[in-house]
């Protein structure tokens, strides 16, 4: 992700004082306590399935029974998790910035503890000066190999324009810095952050914000960690955040999540279990074919969208008949059944599906489909 001017500077963990909104609501002492968990759920609305925001773990006191509760049945695919502390993580323990060439692995490296803006701006700029400028124990995008200065990509200044302003174009999360711990049927699953997608922004206070669309008030809470779940979350079971060893304040101290957010209360640095919610169950949330459907073509495609990505589906049908599986890439969570040759006339099927996610978890029970055919090949033929 891309972060420019003074923002860049705080997200690095480069300004002790880089805080913005209501300072009186940190809470520097003790460990980083995890005030609120903020995700998206799917919840019943009449016949059909709705998805909405809400605070899974913590209170607020703006926050109706509604916008904040415990959490059932958690998005699976495309969540995005906003983790909302009491007090400001080192920055450089949580994201890193983009070098002009190669440096280890890879051409991201951390900004070294202690360092300052002066620091990275002395590692900005002609390739030629930065062995002059660029050195020390504070120096950044050294090249491993043989401790030459490289450089940090600096191309463009907080307005977009190309002129480098000693502030680093690109900065990314950090591989591992957090993950989402999912576990079913006495399974660990550690799902990890998208490194483009999550960040952490220092900024920010427990004030709502009065926005048009009322919860959107409650997505400016900070500062927080958002995470966003590189690979969809395993289906019906109980999840929190984690974070790496090395992730802490300014003391030290890794975070921790206390009973229902109260951070007047105490846990212990690097618990973070309280903080949980439990994903959506494996379910079929559309169907192209409705249950109990008569006069169906005998060469009718079925198309069943599920909640999650799919695993290869064990499918059966009574009478038996050949039918073509296909679970596309490109949209994995959607499958569709086809019959190889044409069903029997005004016969009634049944379509049995074993559903699984891909990590292997489903409903014990298949999903049942039942229709009757009628005479026609397709809904275009005599």
Request: aromatic share 4%.
């Amino acid at each position: 992700m891309a972060w420019l001017g003074s923002s860049c500077v705080a997200l690095l963990g480069l300004c002790a004082g880089c805080v913005s909104g209501d300072v009186t609501d940190l809470v520097p002492e003790g460990p980083p306590m995890i005030r609120q968990l903020i995700l998206t759920e799917r919840y019943p609305s009449g016949s059909a399935s709705l998805t909405r925001p809400v605070i899974a773990f913590g209170t607020h006191r703006d926050a109706s029974s509604d916008e904040q509760h415990v959490v059932s049945a958690a998005l699976v695919e495309n969540q995005r998790l906003r983790v909302v502390m009491d007090e400001l993580l080192l920055g450089n323990r949580l994201e890193e910035l983009q070098c002009n060439e190669q440096v280890d692995e890879d051409a991201f490296a951390r900004v070294p503890a202690g360092a300052t803006p002066d620091d990275l701006a002395r590692c900005s700029g002609d390739p030629e000066a930065l062995r002059a400028t660029c050195k020390g124990a504070k120096a950044v995008c050294v090249r491993s190999s043989d401790g030459v200065a490289v450089g940090i990509l600096d191309r463009l200044d907080t307005n977009g324009q190309p002129r480098p302003d000693g502030v680093p174009d690109v900065v990314r999360f950090i591989d591992g810095a957090a993950l989402v711990r999912c576990t079913a049927a006495a399974v660990d699953r550690d799902v990890p952050a998208s490194q483009s997608l999550s960040y952490w922004q220092p900024a920010g206070s427990q004030v709502r914000h009065d926005i048009d669309d009322g919860f959107r008030g409650f997505l400016l809470l900070g500062p927080a960690v958002v995470l966003v779940p590189r690979h969809a979350l395993p289906t019906g079971s109980a999840c929190h955040v984690r974070f790496a060893e090395d992730v802490v304040d300014k003391s030290g101290l890794r975070p921790c999540a206390p009973a229902a957010g109260d951070v007047t209360a105490t846990c212990a640095p690097g618990d973070t279990d309280l903080a949980s919610f439990t994903t959506e169950p494996l379910a079929i949330l559309q169907r192209s074919l409705p249950e109990g459907a008569v006069g169906v073509p005998r060469l009718v495609e079925i198309t069943l969208r599920a909640s999650a990505p799919l695993a290869a589906p064990q499918v059966t049908i009574s009478p038996s008949a050949s039918l073509a599986v296909t679970v596309a890439p490109q949209s994995p969570s959607t499958m569709t059944l086809r019959p190889t040759s044409p069903l029997s006339p005004n016969t009634r099927y049944v379509v049995s599906v074993e559903l699984r996610d891909s990590y292997g978890l489903g409903p014990v029970a298949p999903l049942q489909l039942t229709f009757t055919t009628g005479g026609m090949l397709t809904s275009a033929s005599p």
